[in-house]
């Protein structure tokens, strides 16, 4: 049954470019190049949100696998996906991110490279080098992928994540179908480093292609592909993990990955460079061209898009992720990163009918009903109204996994996930201004004190 009572998606087919139109994702078109636009910006962060220290400087000339900043602590980096020139490094706050760097680079691939730089570099491997062991290899290139090769490794039981996290994407289905090889490698890769720990791949009934899921089985045997029911938001890594606890009767919540993280892994241990370019659906009746984009990593989202038709009259919000639980965007010009699944530009028409929502709570329940962890949506979204974020917090607005259930079944349409979006921000902890912007801060003032001293 569907997590919600009597709950259907609207339109036909879930996860399919466009919204409604019927299109089944194992038979949707393959996706579309953007070219390499003119500059590009690398957002020093971590995928789970730390905050990096740019280790280039303004007028630097870098090639492909170079070091564009990093955490000495950790060993985080973040790697230059194509030969190019730094333009400026530029400080920021970004809400929910806290403050951090972003690098504007200017790309020299497929254009005039500088001397020196038509040779790619290697990823580089500070603590294992060329010679290094296959599993430190994977340890670096599984970190310039987001993921935690050690706790992978301990994990009790590991799901690679196919399933599409929301209504309108379709960027997992687009990873699986067109880059089937290296989803087996990653798998086959992270399963060589398990042993005899179990770990599977899991789709939707229905998401793929017979010959392709015949060459998943093939390939990453003897990693075995379950297929699970169509269940929107099901494919929520958050959710998943649950479901799959639920059906296997385990103790443990399984570590889920997804597909995505899986098929890059492979990409940087066969080519030994960072991810370049990343599969994104764009979707939504603003666009005159849904489908899947392959976008160079650092691209701006308004170039893509354009790219996708954008009809600016008619724009009335940009959501980055899907229908049910996107997150609305106020600055078109922020790059895309390699973490994205999806964008979706709305029209009023289509933001007034399925989103806004300034009406009063009519106590009908459907959202406790909907909730798959068993919260009071209404209760919450209510505290973090009215900026009561303690009392939010014994609610138990962090364990909310923001699938957006509630605000779907909502009949009053009020605006319940961005509620409790924003509780969750305002009690996470707060990122520190890392070391370098201050750094950098008090040279400005110096600078500034020289010069009026003068």
């Known amino acids: 049954m569907n997590a919600v009572k009597g709950w259907r998606p609207r339109g036909s087919w879930p996860n399919s470019p466009s919204l409604g139109r019927g299109r089944s994702p194992a038979r949707a078109r393959q996706s579309q190049p953007l070219p390499l636009p003119e500059q590009l910006v690398f957002r020093c962060l971590t995928p789970d949100g730390q905050a990096l220290t740019p280790t280039v400087r303004k007028g630097q000339t870098l090639m492909a696998g170079d070091v564009l900043a990093q955490d000495a602590k950790t060993a985080a980096r973040l790697y230059a996906p194509v030969t190019g020139s730094v333009l400026d490094v530029v400080w920021q706050m970004t809400p929910g991110q806290g ?262 709570c009519l106590r009908c329940g459907r959202c406790i009903h909907a909730c798959p962890v068993h919260l009071v949506p209404h209760q919450i979204a209510r505290w973090a109204r009215g900026g009561h974020w303690q009392e939010a917090q014994a609610a138990g607005v962090e364990q909310c996994v923001l699938c957006g259930l509630c605000a779907y079944a909502c009949p009053a349409r009020l605006p319940l996930v961005a509620l409790l979006r924003l509780a969750q921000r305002r009690l996470a902890p707060s990122r520190s201004v890392p070391q370098a912007m201050t750094s950098a801060a008090a040279g400005d003032r110096e600078a500034k004190a020289a010069a009026s001293a003068r």
Not at 235 to 240: E, F, K, P, T, V
Not at 245 to 269: C, F
């Open 99 to 360: 403050y951090h760097a972003s690098i504007h680079y200017r790309p020299t691939h497929g254009r005039t490279a500088p001397a020196g730089s038509e040779t790619a570099q290697p990823v580089a491997e500070p603590s294992a080098g060329p010679a290094g062991s296959p599993q430190q290899r994977l340890a670096q290139a599984a970190a310039v992928c987001g993921l935690d090769l050690g706790a992978i490794i301990r994990a009790p039981f590991v799901v690679v994540n196919g399933c599409e996290p929301d209504l309108g994407i379709a960027t997992r289905t687009a990873w699986l179908n067109e880059r089937t090889a290296d989803v087996a490698a990653g798998v086959a890769a992270i399963a060589a480093c398990r042993g005899e720990r179990p770990m599977f791949l899991v789709t939707y009934d229905g998401q793929l292609s017979d010959g392709v899921r015949q060459a998943l089985v093939h390939d990453m045997s003897p990693v075995p592909l379950q297929r699970i029911p169509l269940h929107v938001p099901w494919g929520q890594d958050a959710l998943l993990a649950r479901y799959v606890q639920r059906v296997k009767h385990w103790q443990d919540s399984p570590l889920v990955v997804g597909v995505e993280r899986v098929a890059a892994l492979a990409g940087v241990l066969q080519r030994n460079m960072p991810v370049p370019s990343v599969l994104v659906t764009v979707d939504g009746d603003a666009v005159d061209h849904p489908g899947i984009y392959r976008v160079p990593v650092g691209s701006r989202l308004s170039e893509l898009l354009h790219f996708a038709g954008l009809r600016s009259d008619r724009l009335r919000q940009v959501l980055r992720g899907g229908f049910l639980a996107g997150e609305a965007l106020a600055d078109l010009e922020q790059p895309v990163s390699w973490t994205d699944l999806a964008f979706l530009a709305l029209t009023r028409e289509r933001v007034t009918e399925s989103f806004a929502g300034a009406g009063i």
